[in-house]
Structure formats: structure tokens, C-alpha cells
């Protein structure tokens, strides 16, 4: 009756009133002294939100699967969930502690797992941790911090840069995030194998309804005052009836036909089993070939052992000699789970026979099966395989062994990233014995092998360097495609202990180019730095190109265009030979997006043609995808939405092959910025909704901020003004966070224009626009700062018609004449007729010799404007002219002010987008 009642509670909304007022007495109580909480960003936070949700529902997928028999314990899952049910009903929030304790094979460990299934709607995520309490080499509380905040989705930041401070104000500062991330969160965490009380305590997250499983093979002395609902529980050896039914089970999962009841020998074997489910799984594996009379004789046999041991010894004896041989072999893997081809590498044998060794191995109990094709070593199991490897094996035969499972997984994990750059067919024969049907296969096999991979390097003593060298390359390269930045902090750390040359150097630079993925582009800029300084101490040329050509990457996304540009330059001068044409391509398109930015349109066009030829050479579709995204953009540029559109489609249909979910997320923005430069901007809002969301999926704060750019510019055009100054606001925000300053200066710069028109559209003229002035001074400060003349220009230009409208009229007259000198300086043909054109406009206003004066040399300006015409032209310009020029005939009356405005005779912003430079 009490859990029916307490599901009606959660049923019918009771208890969200309950949630509603811990929340408000949590309130109503003083609060302690702490630091004031640092602002959070909205878009970040959204970001993070939409990751956190992917992850947490993922998690439970990351479980070991509940299968296979389960006998003797339902009575502890019902007291497990009654202790969850109370703690639900009560009114203070604080997380449900059960300590299960028991001897080593007495099933702890499945217990916890199967709660965590059986509980699994009455919370949003799980996760195990193993601690390796009693292994004598414990889990640093450190490094299960991280892993828990890794597998329960906080911020991807804190999980890659670890700090250099010491091991207790890590520990400390990791505690509070953990704490913070998990506040009225709930989830489930399975601490497998504990032993230091104050470790479970920093690792039990005191604000939430959580449910924290404790294993151990003692009762944990946790101190009084935890703040938690604790419960003990103790694991003891299977009654009769419960050794009985697993018995059978095994018996039947194993594929045996009905086993004749024998009360009598069924005693036995448990008695000889000491009643620990693991020794009796092991044992019971062969009850149908045995009986169970015969089964009691040969554990008997064994004599006064322990059971456990007992029974591997008895299943061990029958095992074939490849059988045996893997079994011992599999020790030398650690405790993370492995598939075939591992097995494979670890025995000599090709995979299905690897496969076909793993299932029998299973059968007869010796290996658990985690998921689908994945299988790990019971710690008991893994100590007695490691015995029998040390007293049957020599060593040269164990170091082989590891060499081949090393080598092999370096040159399957590099083909897995060839595949992804496009260098490799995807067809079975290009693969040996190690066949994928699809990329998409291939990432799902290295998605599954990362953790174990991680793991054997730990233990990769004696083995080429040059092979782990290669892994770990491969490796980090598929932690950025995938965004697994918490392994890659892994792997840096596992460099810096292992090796403090080329591997360290190649794992820095790759956390250099995470760093900037994620928008830390100040800790990207001063990694990649001192990368760079590192290869070029080694007189690595090679290396310090690619460094290079990052930190040129990581200066454009600052704005720092004129320093990228000599980056790339030098990186591609370090590429010259004709072994690095694969590298140089990847710069020479990185470098054309650079001179793009600085409207060196033509030269960004005859780069990308020789990056484009290079990667087609090289068999690169990845680096051809790229290299189309940067030219759809110049297209956009130029005016050319059709050559946009082919470019950004083919970029689009690349990044797909590839698998590069940030591509195509880019690709997407930038096709939606083809619909608005083409004047559909009602479809432009619809497209850049979704590329929104991707990028925020792919937690690329970048890709976000100039999605939310464009969007704000596509809802000023629909009219939506209050709209665009919104998206626009974040996007300048972000761009803030970021330190890109070029970003900046284009939201900045647009939101003046925005805010200006929506002032101008609430008052009808454009007095008081003083916040949107500001806004574009300092947009011109910057775009002069990173000496990017085309945005100073067009921004001087939108300050001319401020101070125009407020009857500044000279003032706005010296900005156009700026401007003009801007545009000349680069060669931008469009913009400097703007430039003219509103000189024009100013002149009955602005000129010395009075009205009548400046009338006349305004007629004489015009048309000289109109008489050099030039493909490049705004067609608006056109009609403008004439309506000013009829103006200009029938007089202008100082006291009616600048008309220009009211009339519509200024630059739209769909000027600003194409560049009128010559493009040979």
C-alpha cells in the first residue's frame, strides 16, 4: 500500500509541490558565504543544456546489459527501491546511499547494475565508476570525478584542461562542479569496489535525489553527519533454493536441455561454491555435460581451495589449449571490456576465430559479456588468468603478444581516420582480416575500443614506441572528430607521464585545436604557441608547420587577421616539398579564408584552387570538403549565389561521407546565408533555426554565435527588429566570451544599425541614437584595431547617416570621405560608389560656399558617379541616383535638414555583403 501510495504521489503531481517548496525553504534559509557566482552565458548555457540531455540519456546505454541468470537477489531489489520510493517522499533533497558488501564473487557488483536497470525511469541518468578499492592501485578521486562528470554531461572544458595545481585543490575544485553540475539532478551512480570512506563522500552529490550503490567487500565506516539517506545491505552466499535456480539457469543459458533434478549433489556444488553466484555461474556452465553428481566429484577434486578459484580451475582444465591460451592473454588487456579484434591481436589468430574463442570463453563463464560484442575479465578471474599467464608463458612470448595488440590497433585506428579524411574505400579487402562495411561502422568500432585502447597504453611498457606513437595519434584525432575531449585529456596526461618528446608534442597540438573548437581561443592561441616554440626546439619542421597552421586558424577566429596571414605563410614555406602537399593544402585553404576577410578576393580564389587540387591528389574528401565551404563563401562574397549554393552543397555532401557532424553544421549556416544575400530572408529564419541547433548539439560556441549573427541580420530584414536585436545581442555577447574580435566588430556594428532603425522606426527621424552610435564607434574601432578596411568602411558610412540625421552634417560629410579612402585602398568599387553617392546627398548641407554652392557641386559629383559605371554596381544605386538627382534639380532647402533618410536614399544592408573588388 505505502508504494502505491507514493507512486500516486508521483503520478498525480503531488510531488512537484513538494520539489516547489524544499526549493522555497532552501531559499528562506540564510545563506552561507561564497563567492558570487561568475555570469553564465546564455547561449553557452543552451549549448551545454542540449549536451547534457544527449549525454544523460545515453548514459544508461554505457551499463553493462543486465543478462544472462540473476537468481537469489529480488528480495534486495525491492528493499533497494523502497529506500528510493521513501527518500522520494520526503520533503529535504538529499541523495539515497545503499553500501552493498559482501566477498569477492558474491555478486555485488550485478546487484548494483541490475538496480541501476530496475530503477532506470525514476531517474535521468547512470553511470559506474570502478574505484578498484581493493586492487592496490585505487582509482585517484580525481580521476572518477572527471569520469563521472565525462559520463553525466558537464561542460567539455573542464573535463581537457587540467590543471597543474596540486592533487588536492583539483580534487577540490572538480568536487564543487561535480556538486553544482548534479544539483536537482537525479541519476544513479554505481561506485563499484569502494574502500576509503572519504572518498565516497566527495563522489556523493549532496544536493540531488540520487541513488548512490556502494560496493565493498566490508561494511564502510561513513562518517555520521553524511548528508544522505544511508543504508547497509549485506551481500551473502545464495541459499539453497537461490543456488538452485542459478544453477539451472546457467545450465539453460548456456543452451543445455532440462538438468534431472538432484537435491543432494545441488547442495554439494553450492556447499563447494561457498554459495558465491560467480563460482556457481563457473561451475553451473557445465551442469548439463556433468549432471550434477559428477559435477560435485570433480570440484571436490580440487581439494582445499578457495571456491572461486575452484571452480576456474575446474572450467579452466576443460577449456581447449587457443581457448586457454586467450584466457591468459586477456590478463595483459586490464579491466576495461574488449571485442574480437583486440582478442584477435592479443592470440595471433584472425577475428572470427577470436569471436568463435570469446563465445566459448563466455559459455563456460570464464568471461562476462558486457554489451552486444564487448567482454571483460571478473577481477577474481582476471587475477587467476594473470597467475597462469605468469607460470605458462615466458616473457618474450607476453611482450609479443602486447607488441601485436598495440601495432595491430595503430593500424586499424589510423584506416579508421583515413577513412574519415577520405583516403580509404570502405570495402572489407582494404581492411585484412579487420573488415568494415561503412564508415559509419568503422567510427562505431573505434567508439567502442577508445576506453580499452586508453587502458592497454597505460600498460604498453616495453612495446615500440613508434606504435604507440601511431595509436595515440590516431587516437587523439578521433577524440576530436568526435568530440571525446574528456579521453584526450586523458591521453595528454598519459603523454606527459610516459614520454616528453614528439608524443607529447602531437597530443598538445591536438588539445590546442580542441581548445579552439570549443571557443577558448586565448588557451588555444598560447597552447598552439608554445607547440610551435616545442617543434621548432626539436628543429621538427614538419610538426611546426602543422602547429602553424593551427595557431594561424586559432589568430583568424580572433580577428588577428594580419598575424594568421604571416602564420600560414610561414607554416606553407615549411610545407614546400612534395612529401607535405597534403599539409600545405589544409593551409593554403585556411589562409584563402583569411584573405577573404581582407577582401583579397582574387587571391583567396587562386588559393583555394591549388588547396583543391591538392587534396583531390592526396585522396583527401575531408580536406576537398573544407576547401568547398571556403569557396562557397567567397562566392557569397563576390555576389554569386549559384556558385555559393553548388560549392556549400558539394561542402555539405562531403562532411556527410565523412561523418563531420561541425562541417555540416557550417555547411548549413553558410547555405542559409546563400538564401538571405539572395534576398529570401524569410527562408534564411528557416534554415539557420536548425544549423542553430546542430551547432549547439555539437557544443561549436563559434558556430553558434555566427549562426545567431546572420539570424539577427535575416530578421531585420523581415522586419522583425526587436527579434534581430536580440539574436544580435548574444551573438556580440558570445563573440565577447570568445575573444574574437572580428566577430565582435560585425555584431557590433550590425546591432547599431538594428537598434538605430528601431529608434528611427518608434520616433520617425534619427535624433537620439546615441546607444547605437557608440555601438558603431566602437564596431570601427575594431575593425581599424585588426585593420580590416571593408568593415571600418561600411561602418563609417552607417555613423555618416547618424550624425547626418542629427545635423551634423560636416562631420558626416568628413566619415564619407573616410570611407572612400577605405574602400580605395581596396580596390572596392561597390562600396566606394556608396561612399560617393552619400557625399552627394551631404553636400547641399555641408559645403562652405552655402546650399546654392553645394547643390551645384553635388549635381557635378553625381554625375560623374553615374557616368563610370561597373559591373559590380548596387542596382539600387541606380534608382537612388535618379531620385536624387530630380531632387538636386528642383533645390534643396536647408531649413527641411538631410532627406536622404526619409527618402530612402542610403546603402540597405544587403550592400555591405558583396564586395566590389576586381576577381581576375
Not at 572518498?199 to 548512490?212: A, G, K, M
Not at 545441488?266 to 563447494?272: M, T
Request: hydrophobic residues 40%; contains cysteine; glycine residues 8%.
Amino acid at each position: 500500500m505505502r508504494l502505491q501510495w507514493l507512486t500516486a504521489l508521483e503520478v498525480r503531481g503531488i510531488r512537484p509541490f513538494l520539489d516547489q517548496q524544499r526549493m522555497l525553504s532552501a531559499a528562506a534559509r540564510p545563506a552561507k558565504k561564497a563567492a558570487a557566482p561568475a555570469p553564465r552565458l546564455r547561449g553557452a548555457d543552451r549549448s551545454a543544456a542540449a549536451r547534457r540531455r544527449s549525454v544523460l540519456e545515453q548514459s544508461f546505454g554505457h551499463l553493462p546489459d543486465p543478462q544472462g541468470p540473476f537468481a537469489g537477489r529480488r528480495e534486495h531489489l525491492t528493499r533497494i527501491a523502497q529506500w528510493v520510493h521513501a527518500a522520494r517522499a520526503s520533503t529535504e533533497t538529499k541523495p539515497t546511499l545503499v553500501v552493498l558488501h559482501g566477498d569477492p564473487g558474491s555478486g555485488r557488483t550485478t546487484l548494483a547494475v541490475r538496480a541501476a536497470h530496475h530503477l532506470k525511469d525514476q531517474f535521468r541518468g547512470a553511470c559506474v565508476v570502478d574505484l578498484r578499492g581493493e586492487s592496490g592501485r585505487p582509482l585517484s578521486t580525481r580521476d572518477a570525478l572527471l569520469h563521472l562528470l565525462n559520463r553525466l554531461g558537464a561542460p567539455r572544458e573542464q573535463l581537457l584542461f587540467r590543471e597543474r595545481s596540486s592533487p588536492e585543490q583539483q580534487v577540490r575544485r572538480l568536487g564543487e562542479l561535480y556538486h553544482q553540475h548534479l544539483t536537482g539532478l537525479p541519476v544513479t551512480i554505481v561506485l563499484d569496489d569502494a574502500a576509503d570512506p572519504e572518498q565516497v563522500r566527495t563522489l556523493l552529490p549532496e544536493r540531488s535525489d540520487s541513488l548512490v550503490l556502494v560496493t565493498a567487500r566490508r561494511p564502510i565506516a561513513l562518517p555520521d553527519d553524511l548528508p544522505a539517506w544511508v543504508h547497509e545491505l549485506p551481500v551473502e552466499a545464495l541459499d539453497a533454493a537461490g543456488a538452485e535456480e542459478l544453477l539451472r539457469g546457467t545450465a539453460g543459458a548456456a543452451g543445455a536441455g532440462p538438468v534431472p533434478y538432484d537435491a543432494q549433489s545441488s547442495d554439494r556444488v553450492r556447499e563447494l561454491c561457498g554459495g558465491l553466484p560467480l563460482a556457481l555461474r563457473i561451475a553451473g556452465s557445465s551442469l548439463a555435460q556433468r549432471g550434477a553428481d559428477r559435477l560435485a566429484a570433480d570440484l571436490d577434486a580440487y581439494g582445499p581451495v578457495d571456491p572461486v578459484e575452484r571452480a576456474l580451475w575446474l572450467r579452466y582444465t576443460d577449456q581447449p589449449d587457443q581457448a586457454r591460451r586467450l584466457l591468459r592473454r586477456l590478463a595483459l588487456a586490464g579491466r576495461a571490456s574488449l571485442g574480437a579484434a583486440a582478442a584477435a591481436a592479443l592470440l595471433g589468430a584472425d577475428e572470427q576465430e577470436a569471436q568463435r574463442l570469446l563465445t566459448v570463453l563466455a559459455d563456460a563463464g570464464l568471461v562476462e559479456r558486457v554489451r552486444a560484442s564487448r567482454y571483460r575479465l571478473h577481477d577474481a578471474v582476471r587475477a587467476f588468468a594473470r597467475a597462469r599467464l605468469l607460470d605458462e608463458e615466458d616473457a618474450d612470448d607476453r611482450t609479443a603478444a602486447q607488441e601485436r595488440l598495440i601495432e595491430n590497433y595503430a593500424d586499424l585506428a589510423g584506416a579508421v581516420i583515413r577513412m574519415v579524411d577520405g583516403k580509404m574505400s570502405t570495402r572489407a579487402g582494404n581492411f585484412g582480416a579487420h573488415g568494415f562495411p561503412s564508415l559509419d561502422a568503422a567510427l562505431r568500432w573505434l567508439d567502442d575500443e577508445s576506453s580499452f585502447i586508453t587502458s592497454a597504453l597505460r600498460h604498453a611498457d616495453g612495446v615500440n614506441q613508434q606504435a604507440v606513437l601511431g595509436l595515440l595519434g590516431a587516437l587523439c584525432d578521433y577524440c576530436l572528430l568526435r568530440g571525446d575531449l574528456y579521453r584526450l585529456g586523458e591521453i595528454s596526461e598519459l603523454t606527459q607521464a610516459v614520454d616528453q618528446g614528439l608524443l607529447e608534442r602531437s597530443v598538445r597540438w591536438r588539445t590546442g585545436i580542441a581548445a579552439r573548437q570549443l571557443g577558448e581561443l586565448d588557451t588555444a592561441r598560447t597552447t598552439l604557441s608554445s607547440v610551435v616554440g616545442l617543434y621548432r626546439e626539436a628543429q621538427h619542421d614538419a610538426g611546426a608547420a602543422l602547429a602553424l597552421c593551427s595557431l594561424g586558424i586559432t589568430l583568424h577566429h580572433q580577428g588577428n587577421l594580419t598575424e594568421a596571414a604571416a602564420r600560414l605563410n610561414e607554416a606553407i614555406s615549411l610545407q614546400s616539398s612534395p612529401e607535405q602537399a597534403e599539409d600545405r593544402a589544409w593551409s593554403l585553404h585556411a589562409l584563402a579564408a583569411v584573405e577573404r576577410d581582407r577582401a583579397n578576393l582574387a587571391e583567396a580564389l587562386r588559393l583555394l584552387e591549388t588547396a583543391l587540387r591538392l587534396h583531390r591528389e592526396g585522396e583527401s574528401l575531408h580536406g576537398e570538403a573544407w576547401t568547398q565551404f571556403q569557396l562557397g563563401q567567397v562566392c557569397l562574397r563576390m555576389g554569386d549565389v549559384p556558385g555559393a549554393d553548388e560549392a556549400l552543397r558539394t561542402a555539405l555532401d562531403l562532411y556527410g561521407r565523412t561523418q563531420d557532424a561541425r562541417g555540416e553544421a557550417w555547411a548549413c549556416t553558410q547555405l542559409a546565408r546563400a538564401r538571405l544575400v539572395d534576398g529570401d530572408s524569410a527562408e534564411a529564419v528557416e534554415q539557420l533555426r536548425p544549423a542553430l541547433a546542430r551547432h549547439r548539439e555539437n557544443e561549436d560556441a563559434r558556430g553558434e554565435a555566427w549562426t545567431l549573427y546572420y539570424l539577427g541580420q535575416a530578421l531585420e530584414e523581415e522586419g522583425r527588429r526587436d527579434e534581430a536585436v536580440r539574436e544580435l545581442e548574444r551573438a556580440r555577447t558570445m563573440f565577447s566570451r570568445m575573444r574574437d574580435v572580428y566577430g565582435l566588430a560585425c555584431a557590433r556594428h550590425h546591432s547599431g544599425r538594428v537598434t538605430r532603425d528601431q529608434r528611427a522606426a518608434q520616433t520617425g527621424n534619427l535624433l537620439n541614437s546615441g546607444f547605437a552610435r557608440q555601438l558603431l564607434m566602437d564596431a570601427r574601432a575594431d575593425f581599424a584595431r585588426i585593420k580590416v578596411a571593408h568593415g571600418e568602411a561600411w561602418t563609417c558610412l552607417e555613423l555618416a547617416m547618424i550624425d547626418a540625421g542629427n545635423k551634423r552634417a560636416p562631420q558626416a560629410l568628413a566619415l564619407c570621405d573616410e570611407a572612400a579612402v577605405l574602400f580605395a585602398s581596396y580596390e572596392d568599387r561597390r562600396g566606394g560608389d556608396w561612399a560617393a553617392f552619400l557625399r552627394c546627398t551631404l553636400l547641399p548641407y555641408a559645403s562652405p560656399g552655402g546650399t546654392e554652392v553645394g547643390t551645384v557641386v553635388a549635381q557635378e559629383e553625381l554625375s560623374r558617379l553615374m557616368s563610370a559605371r561597373h559591373p559590380s554596381r548596387d542596382p539600387k544605386l541606380e534608382d537612388c541616383a535618379e531620385a536624387l538627382r530630380l531632387m538636386l534639380e528642383r533645390g534643396v532647402r536647408l531649413e527641411d535638414g538631410w532627406q536622404a533618410w526619409d527618402l530612402g536614399l542610403v546603402p540597405g544592408r544587403h550592400a555591405r555583403e558583396v564586395m566590389g573588388v576586381p576577381v581576375k
